[in-house]
């Protein structure tokens, strides 16, 4: 039905950027909103950042407020986080996935298979 990749992870020193991309593919998301997971070794999954269908309102984990941020381009069909001042504990795989309420970890249906971001310090 619904298919979501990412792209964009990689290596990176502390203080350097990355932007993740996640493209969507299947049926339309209509009114969903998008989120970006993380998880690092030994951790729980981890909410970081989550945007409404119109991309009028986002939320953020404290955490990574001030260095990332999210947007979506509806018409490509695709969610991004930019992500600057990265640190060592930022390390983690990242996932992309699609809900039905912003703030609602829960209502988060689908999933991408996740990117992983290492942070060299």
């Known amino acids: 039905q619904v298919q979501l990749v990412e792209s964009g992870g990689g290596l990176v020193q502390a203080g350097g950027s990355l932007r993740l991309s996640c493209a969507a593919f299947?049926?339309?998301?209509?009114?969903?909103?998008m989120g970006w997971f993380r998880r690092a070794p030994g951790k729980e999954r981890e909410f970081v950042a989550g945007?409404?269908?119109?991309?009028?309102?986002?939320h953020y984990v404290d955490s990574v407020k001030g260095r990332f941020t999210i947007s979506r381009d509806n018409a490509k069909r695709t969610v991004f986080l930019q992500m600057n001042s990265l640190r060592s504990e930022d390390t983690a795989v990242y996932h992309c996935?699609?809900?039905?309420?912003?703030?609602?970890?829960?209502?988060?249906?689908?999933w991408g298979q996740g990117t992983q971001v290492t942070v060299s310090s």
């Open positions: 996935a699609a809900g039905r309420i912003l703030r609602d970890p829960d209502t988060y249906d689908y």
């Open positions: 299947g049926r339309t998301l209509s009114s969903y909103a």
């Open positions: 945007i409404s269908w119109s991309g009028g309102s986002t």
